[in-house]
């Protein structure tokens, strides 16, 4: 995967994720405890929602709510992705998924929405920890599963806000 991403710290609840030529970039089912916008640069990209599929072409945007379970999928494209902080009403601790997902399935993707946000300021180690997952194979293995990449290339492509000269 090629592609370039940065994290607009200065506006708080927002991150913003941009890939640049993303070859074949695809997703397990997943959600998300935010807000998730996408917007098409170029290129083509394709979504499911259950049997539903929405296909987007270049100029498009997709607005997808907190809890809805999705995969993305399709060839070359470029984009940029927002995530927004819900409004307190949006993803309950206890609430479920508007699709369908197993109790397991969805225990997992809660901790692995976090660790996409501890990953900004812990090590990898240290959130799959934090987090309960057996080990950080285990962690690394879902977390690819659910967002097509390792937590190493999330870390990388995303950057850390950890202070410099810190080694947390």
């Not at 807000?35 to 072409?57: M, N, P, Y």
């Not at 097509?148 to 950057?159: N, Q, R, S, Y």
């Not at 000269?165 to 947390?168: E, F, M, N």
């Given at each position: ?94 609430a ?8 397991r ?32 194979s ?9 967002f ?12 850390s806000?950890?202070?410099a000269?810190?080694?947390?």
């Open positions: 995967m090629k592609a370039r991403s940065f994290t607009i710290d200065d506006l708080d609840g927002v991150e913003v994720h941009t890939g640049v030529d993303v070859d074949d970039y695809v997703t397990a089912w997943h959600f998300h405890d935010e807000w998730q916008l996408v917007h098409l640069l170029a290129g083509a990209r394709s979504f499911a929602f259950g049997s539903r599929r929405v296909d987007l072409a270049r100029g498009s945007t997709l607005v997808i709510p907190p809890g809805i379970v999705h995969r993305g999928f399709g060839g070359r494209a470029s984009f940029v992705m927002w995530y927004l902080a819900p409004d307190s009403s949006a993803l309950a601790p206890g479920r998924p508007r699709v369908a997902m197993s109790p399935a969805y225990r997992i993707q809660h901790r692995l929405n976090a660790a996409r946000r501890l990953l900004h300021h812990e090590t990898i180690t240290d959130v799959a920890a934090a987090l309960g997952f057996a080990d950080q285990h962690f690394g293995r879902q977390f690819r599963r659910a097509g990449l390792t937590p190493g290339e999330f870390v990388k492509l995303h950057g806000r950890r202070k000269g810190t080694s947390r």
